[in-house]
């Protein structure tokens, strides 16, 4: 049996679907791996297809192509190392498989499929795989390898299965998404199937955005004791070498780097970056455009697309109307300028009067209110959309997470777009990502990207004289608060209520939540950053008769 075995923890950016650029990858890896002298190359979950894969895989031709790929990658494992590599295998039933080949010496030695189907949250795998009978046991250079998948170690069962079966140390490919505590609770659930079974572990984690899901990397490994022996970077590609020995107590790791994971404001501006980054590239966009309104949200969103894109891959326009004070004007030349990001003026008035004038004979005797608000920017979200037809730039959305959550967007105006980089962010959060920003240098690029006055001026819409978000919201700290416990918590308005808000507040925002919900559904997809995105992870009736009421 061999005393020592060199693993490399491949944590690469696969695109769902493209089976082939996926296989070009993986062929890639390998020939690095063995390059570094690797027993064994470990990718991530579902990689030859790409993860979430969701109803792709029940495709046919897509599982069959994966198939092919597959039978072209173990061809280059002769003279090179093995490789634990995941996709999709078609059933006799008809129903895929979630499953691992180990491919070593020119062929396939070797397929196992996924035990535990998660069914939570964003994923919905119980829906479209079959589950396997038990985890994956593979030998590669005389060691016994166990390699669960992803959900198979967040039960004790697959993990204590592989352990009674001869199990030496586990390889576990994983397609786990980014939120805000990942990271701990990967690390905790990976500690509790080493103290069970004994065994070293080695986790290796997918990065790279996919419509709304950011996979972080942050691959790692454990000693049979539980101590963190090695882990990857957060939201880069890495290919991680450990170095394992046997002893008569078990395999030890010997050499392994390791580095310190972002936190806090850090991550998520990372997961921003990225989530935008991919989605623009996967889309085939070769860059972004935004409307730039001289506020917070807009502000914050033209810094992502110029760390994500480069700034001369983003085009920014103002939108004035008769009610956009000067003081905005001046905020959104500033912020583009800090950004490096060209920064041009379209004037709205004229589709304004050229509206006005063709609806007014129908609006005769009715006082303006919020129709000629939504008008206005009704017509902004036209002018973007024409602009990104005619440039083939993606149109970004800039409204956050408490908008989204109250309606307070216009469907067709400001909610036009493609992808929305804020969607999960609450508005408090995004002053507290805006500042660390400021203060933090990515990429090389320059500090201070958001102008100070930006940050501390009144938020407005500006759609009519003198306005701001708080004549008709709540003030933000207290509508967010209120928020998280209706939205990530799923509290009753009793135990909101409890919390120090005001009642009718907290019955009037349910109201303005539920009733937005249409609006939601039909909202750009944006980074997930936090338990319980609006789409994947919350999904709600868009007719729901339902109101929780506070206790008399």
Known sequence: MSKRLVIASVQANPTVGDVSGNEALARDFIARATAAGADIAVFSELFLIGYPPEDLVLKSAAVRACGDALRRLAS????????????????????????????????????????????????????IFMPG??????????????????????????????????????????????????DDER????????AETGLPLVYVNQVGGQDELVFDGGSFALQADGTLCMSAPMFEDAMTLS??????????????????????????????????????????????????????????????????????????????????????????????????????????????????GMLGPHFEGRAPDITEENLQARIRGVTLMALSNKLGLMLMTTGNKSEMAVGYATLYGDMNGGYNVLKDLYKVDVYRVCRWRN????????????PERILTKAPSAELRPDQTDQDSLPPYEELDAILRGLVEEEATLDEIVAAGHDPATVERVQRL????????????????????????????????????????
Do not use: H
């Not at 001289?294 to 994500?308: E, N």
């Open 76 to 127: 280059a494992t002769k003279g090179a190392c093995a490789a634990l590599v995941g996709l999709p295998l078609g059933g006799e039933d008809g129903r895929p498989r979630n499953a691992v080949a180990l491919i070593a010496d020119g062929k396939v030695c070797g397929l196992a499929s996924k035990v535990d189907l998660p069914n939570y949250g964003v994923f919905d795998e119980k829906r």
């Open 133 to 182: 009978d038990e985890p994956g046991l593979f030998e590669v250079a005389g060691v016994r390898i166990g390699a669960p998948i992803c959900e198979d170690i967040w039960g004790p069962g697959p993990c204590a299965s592989l352990a009674a079966r001869g199990a030496e140390i586990l390889l576990v490919p994983n397609g786990s998404p980014f939120r805000r505590t990942s």
């Open 187 to 194: 690390l905790t659930v990976a500690r509790q199937r080493v």
């Open 243 to 356: 170095t394992w020995e046997k002893a008569d107590s078990g395999w030890k790791c010997l050499e392994a780097p390791t580095v310190e994971w972002p936190r806090g404001e850090e991550e998520i501006y990372r997961a921003m970056v990225l989530g935008l980054r991919d989605y623009v590239r996967k889309s085939g966009f070769r860059g972004a455009l935004l409307g730039l309104s001289g506020g917070v949200d807009s502000a914050l969103c033209i810094a992502v697309a110029r760390d994500a894109l480069g700034p001369e891959n983003v085009r920014a326009y103002m939108l004035p109307s008769r009610y956009t004070s000067r003081e905005s004007l001046e905020d959104a030349a500033a912020c583009a300028r800090a950004c490096g990001v060209m920064l041009a003026e379209v004037a709205i008035s004229p589709a304004v009067d050229a509206f006005t």
């Open 439 to 450: 203060a933090n240098a990515v990429a090389g690029g320059p500090l201070n990207l958001i």
């Open 513 to 552: 939540l539920y009733a937005s919900e249409y609006k939601r559904r039909q909202a750009a997809p944006g980074v997930k950053i936090g338990g319980k995105a609006f789409g994947r992870d919350r999904r709600y009736p868009l007719v729901n008769g339902f109101r929780d009421r506070v206790s008399k």
